[in-house]
């Protein structure tokens, strides 16, 4: 800014004689005051352009905030349902293993299949079989007798 540019102080004509205080320069004090009223509104202007930046930045923060609160609750409740499907996963393991520990071992069914093949029971005979054997034979018997007398 420049400085108030002061005259000379004239010489007096005598003691006595007294003349005003020698008056600064106002043209150039006016100049100075417009310059400053100038660079006031550039530097309001350029406030304001940043505050229209700044709410334009938080509008945007606010928005990517919400998306983001919503995809961590949807990520959220998809672990949660994870968890529930790995822990239901967990107790049918744990029941096929129970199941398994009581099912029969390998030797225990080699076992029961050397005695199965021992009793043979593809030859074994039901009981209508067994009647309906001792029915024919005595029928044979009473025929044999009949024939006989």
Request: hydrophobic share 35%; glycine share 4%; net charge positive.
């Amino acid at each position: 800014m420049p400085q108030l540019q002061d005259q000379p102080p004239k010489p007096h004509p005598g003691l006595f004689h007294k003349k005003g205080p020698v008056q600064p320069d106002m043209s150039a004090f006016t100049e100075d005051i417009g310059n400053l009223g100038r660079r006031l509104r550039i530097l309001e202007e350029s406030i304001t352009n940043i505050r229209r930046a700044l709410q334009v930045t938080e509008r945007n923060m606010l928005g990517k905030n919400k998306v983001f609160a919503t995809e961590i609750r949807t990520l959220t409740s998809d672990i949660g349902d994870i968890k529930k499907e790995i822990s239901e996963i967990k107790e049918k393991i744990v029941d096929l293993v129970n199941e398994l520990k009581e099912s029969a071992k390998r030797e225990e069914v080699k076992v029961l299949e050397k005695y199965i093949n021992f009793w043979n029971p593809v030859k074994f005979v039901t009981q209508n079989e067994v009647e309906a054997l001792v029915k024919e034979i005595l029928k044979r018997e009473n025929t044999k007798s009949t024939n006989k007398k």
